[in-house]
């Protein structure tokens, strides 16, 4: 079963940047791959994705201009770097892998059967 190891996050000042990494367990080829983010008493929101057949990568408008997410199919990761990072940021971040999404549903996270264990970003004003 496809399993997903989570790397990365910490504690940075506004404007600070970080990198979070994501390593399947098998290989991705074949599986969506994206980002998501939780803060206590909210659902999970979108933050980025990689299509399972497409070459675009979509973003949050949020995060868009700032987030680059990565995937690195010789090496089997994928790497979020996030720049310019806003207090707003906050929260536990998941990577997430779907073998059946589609791209009209890519930004919801029931469509997602695989996580990571999150990884928790704090950003100080």
């Known amino acids: 079963q496809m399993e997903l190891v989570q790397s990365g996050g910490g504690f940075v000042q506004t404007g600070g940047s970080l990198t979070l990494s994501c390593t399947p367990s098998?290989?991705?080829?074949?599986?969506?791959l994206a980002w998501f983010r939780q803060v206590p008493g909210q659902g999970r929101e979108f933050v980025a994705a990689?299509?399972?057949?497409?070459?675009?990568?979509y973003y949050a408008d949020s995060v868009k201009g700032r987030f680059t997410s990565s995937r690195d199919n010789s090496r089997n990761t994928v790497a979020l770097q996030m720049n310019n990072l806003l207090p707003e940021d906050t929260a536990v971040y998941y990577c997430?892998?779907?073998?059946?999404?589609?791209?009209?549903?890519?930004?919801?996270?029931?469509?997602?059967?695989?996580w990571g264990q999150g990884t928790q970003v704090t950003v100080s004003s």
């Open positions: 990689h299509h399972r057949t497409a070459s675009n990568t």
């Open positions: 997430a892998a779907s073998s059946r999404v589609i791209l009209s549903a890519i930004r919801r996270s029931d469509q997602y059967q695989y």
């Open positions: 098998e290989s991705f080829r074949g599986y969506a």
